[in-house]
């Protein structure tokens, strides 16, 4: 079992990143590459974010309470299409949060039989699902 330096086998128990809590669990020290903290609110909000955070619900509600096809479109969605349609030369544009649902149900309802859809092995089974859904 080598920890890494030595060209050996690597093991689970061993290495710099290693620990073992008081009960015998293992715990290894790690770098979260899979969450969804995007916007960073993981951490010490208090020091990274509290004032923008704060201001923002003066004029922003904390949470729309339903899907944007009903009552929950707000002015910073709009705001980021029109940044987007911007960005992009178009006239508009429709954005949408990320999400399994999203993909697995949108691809279908903007594509059709006989339509091309670029997609590889890697995709998410959600625009997997999306794509065969489509036609």
Not at 81 to 93: H, L, M, P, T
């Amino acid at each position: 079992d080598d920890d890494g330096g030595g060209g050996g086998a690597l093991s689970y128990r061993s290495g710099e990143h290693y620990r073992e809590t008081t009960d015998g669990r293992v715990v290894r020290r790690c770098l979260n590459l899979g969450s969804y903290n995007y916007l960073g609110f993981a951490d010490d909000w208090d020091v990274t974010c509290r004032e923008d955070v704060t201001r923002s619900l003066a004029d922003l509600p904390s949470s729309v309470g339903s899907s944007r096809s009903e009552f929950g479109t707000t002015r910073l969605h709009r705001d980021v299409e029109r940044i987007v349609a911007s960005f992009a030369g178009k006239e508009d544009a429709l954005v949408l949060n990320m999400g399994f649902n999203t993909n697995a149900t949108i691809i279908p309802a903007l594509t059709s039989r006989g339509d091309l859809i670029v997609s590889d092995e890697l995709n998410h089974t959600s625009i997997v699902n999306g794509a065969r859904a489509s036609g």
